[in-house]
């Protein structure tokens, strides 16, 4: 009977803990940080607490504007939401010109290029937002994420970005970029 018992808990109990202690050490019960900062639209959830940095940022027309930003890193994995309101005369329209100069100058500030694009369109109440997905060949590293441009006014933008190194198992990026909702517009 012992023996038995001994059997059970090496081949069910022991494997079991182990399986268990993997998963948490992996972050699969912990649960991830809701953000939603004041007058920028939106709530997104991260994995863990992102640190807030703000920096006036050219919009054009010797106009300038504030870009908030939120970045957050888990091991190698960067996650990272920028936002800006451009000023209430300036009319920003979401144009396929538009998106292309927001994609290239992301795959400028990732040091890569555009693997991949595709249209986006998020119902509002007032109308839709248009957006970007976009895949980002980095070298190393993978940069994936969302562009999204409201028209109103005044006009907002967001980009919503996660990169990773292309070696290694992939992060959780549909559950991050999935996470960012416009709210309150």
Not at 85 to 108: C, I
Not at 148 to 168: D, H, N, T
Request: proline content about 6%; aromatic content about 10%.
């Amino acid at each position: 009977m012992a023996k038995v018992a001994r059997m059970l808990f090496l081949l069910v109990v022991v494997p079991l803990g182990l399986m268990l202690f993997l998963l948490h050490r992996g972050g699969f019960f912990q649960g991830w940080i809701e953000v939603r900062p004041a007058d920028a639209h939106f709530t997104a959830r991260f994995p863990v607490q992102p640190e807030a940095s703000t920096k006036t940022v050219e919009a054009g027309r010797q106009r300038s504007t504030t870009w908030n930003s939120l970045k957050a890193k888990e091991a190698a994995v960067e996650y990272g939401i920028g936002w800006g309101t451009y000023p209430a005369d300036r009319k920003l329209v979401a144009s396929p010109q538009v998106f292309q100069n927001m994609e290239a100058a992301v795959a400028q500030e990732c040091g890569g290029t555009v693997a991949e694009e595709r249209a986006l369109h998020r119902p509002l109440r007032s109308g839709m937002l248009e957006g970007r997905y976009l895949k980002i060949d980095a070298g190393q590293g993978w940069a994936e994420g969302y562009l999204f441009l409201s028209e109103g006014s005044p006009a907002r933008v967001w980009q919503i970005m996660i990169s990773y190194p292309k070696a290694g198992p992939e992060p959780p990026v549909q559950k991050y970029l999935n996470s960012f909702q416009v709210v309150d517009l």
